[in-house]
């Protein structure tokens, strides 16, 4: 059956979570979690459904880039997309004009985003999959290679998914018994009290949680005093992890999380800007004496950086995002380089659906890429999963596969009506206060 598209439509979607200091971090104080959220319908009714994230103002600027990318879309068959998704991928991300205002970077990236999620939602809602399982020379054909063969070529990716068909049935049913590996970063946001956090943490603990992340670089002797009282709630064997958001120059970075040292933290997360790679570099070595590493990649631009991060050693935590990267085309080139550096890989999640969507993509790196779980977990945030047809499964601590056909990024009619900004009637009573 052919699958003409015949429509694309994007919602303005925003969730009022800065009320209560939800997303809080040293450089975002008061997120509103939203999304552009779009929809691709076919001739024959069926629907596909993408997003990306932001955190409130500024989703209108992404809704006018998606608006501006539709009629790119508009008119194709989606088998028409998929005989060729690499030139399709390259069609949004090249057009003559509008590459003029990325390339491949910034809003009109997160808009081609938010199109492709939908495109892949509507490809394995067609095929009656989950996610994105394909054989491995489909696999590489949606990858955009250009830019990046000095790091990985079309053949070492291919060579890479052929040597993990060995074993991945057997990784596929562990998963379906097991789960993946996450960790939360719901107890301890930059703005919850002290009771706040100890509270999370408890319940955290009591649901099996084991891997614990904090907000850092504020203030400094106030992170010292928070780490104190989490590592203390944790306990001792416990994994901490602690995340700056792109707070601190490098020499900065490199002396405040060496008075943080005493807490044992796994990873400083984001200390300086994300495009600084040279950077964090600068900060792994300084900080590897320490025992503590570096992960970043949440706010990474595209395979470009992330392959120079690899290059340069910079980072010893990828942290692909399934709505920052160009969609499931992109992440698939980053996840294959992070292999071939044997660096591993741990999204970052949270925000609106972020978990939803990234929970596929880590399902295939352990699956089709990496069969390994070292030094592996994927982000959990215990925010908004009710606004989905198909939310995010936890299990001990663990992401349950998704068992719904598609990319588990459909909302909830009723919530996207009620949270459009700013008609929805959230809005409506939040604005006239």
């Known amino acids: 059956m052919v699958h003409k598209i015949i429509k694309l439509a994007v919602t303005d979607v925003r969730f009022p979570t800065s009320l209560e200091q939800h997303g809080s971090d040293a450089m975002h104080r008061d997120p509103d979690y939203s999304a552009a959220y779009v929809v691709i319908s076919t001739d ?38 998929i005989s060729d998704f690499r030139g399709f991928y390259r069609l949004l991300t090249s057009d003559g004009q509008m590459r003029w205002i990325g390339p491949e970077k910034g809003v009109i990236h997160l808009a081609t985003a938010a199109v492709l999620n939908a495109v892949w939602d509507l490809w394995a809602r067609a095929e009656g999959k989950v996610g994105c399982g394909a054989d491995p020379k489909q696999i590489v054909s949606c990858i955009d290679f250009r830019y990046i063969t000095d790091a990985l070529t079309e053949q070492e990716a291919l060579d890479i998914l052929m040597k993990a068909q060995e074993g991945k049935q057997q990784r596929e049913d562990q998963m379906l018994k097991e789960g993946y590996p996450a960790y939360t970063t719901s107890c301890a946001w930059m703005g919850y009290s002290d009771q706040q956090l100890k509270q999370l943490c408890t319940d955290a603990l009591n649901n099996g949680w084991t891997k614990f992340k904090m907000k850092v670089g504020a203030d400094l002797e106030d992170d010292i005093r928070r780490c104190r009282l989490i590592r203390q709630m944790i306990g001792p064997d416990n994994t901490l992890m602690i995340d700056a958001n792109q707070r601190w120059d490098v020499g900065e970075a490199i002396a405040w999380v060496s008075r943080l040292a005493e807490f044992r933290p796994l990873w400083i997360e984001e200390p300086t800007s994300p495009d600084d790679i040279l950077g964090h570099a600068a900060i792994s070595k300084a900080l590897a004496p320490l025992g503590i590493r570096v992960a970043t990649g949440e706010q990474c631009h595209n395979r470009v950086m992330f392959k120079q991060f690899l290059q340069a050693s910079a980072l010893q935590f990828v942290q692909i995002d399934s709505c920052r990267l160009g969609s499931v085309n992109e992440n698939l080139a980053v996840l294959l380089m992070a292999h ?76 996207v009506h009620t949270h459009q900004y700013p008609e929805g009637d959230v809005w409506k009573t939040l604005l006239n206060k």
Not at 56 to 75: F, K, Q, S, Y
């Open 340 to 415: 071939k550096f044997q660096v591993p890989v741990c999204p970052h999640a949270g925000g609106v659906g972020l978990c939803e969507l990234v929970q596929h993509l880590i399902l295939f790196d352990y699956i089709c890429v990496s069969a390994d779980l070292n030094n592996r977990m994927c982000e959990y945030v215990d925010h908004l999963h009710e606004h989905f047809t198909s939310p995010a499964v936890i299990r001990n601590a663990c992401y349950m596969p998704p068992k719904d056909p598609g990319y588990s990024s459909e909302m909830l009619e009723s919530s």
């Open 44 to 81: 024959v009714g069926l629907r596909g459904y993408g997003l990306t994230f932001t955190v409130g103002r500024g989703t209108e600027i992404v809704v006018c880039a998606v608006e501006a990318l539709a009629g790119l879309v508009v008119g194709k068959s989606l088998e028409e997309i």
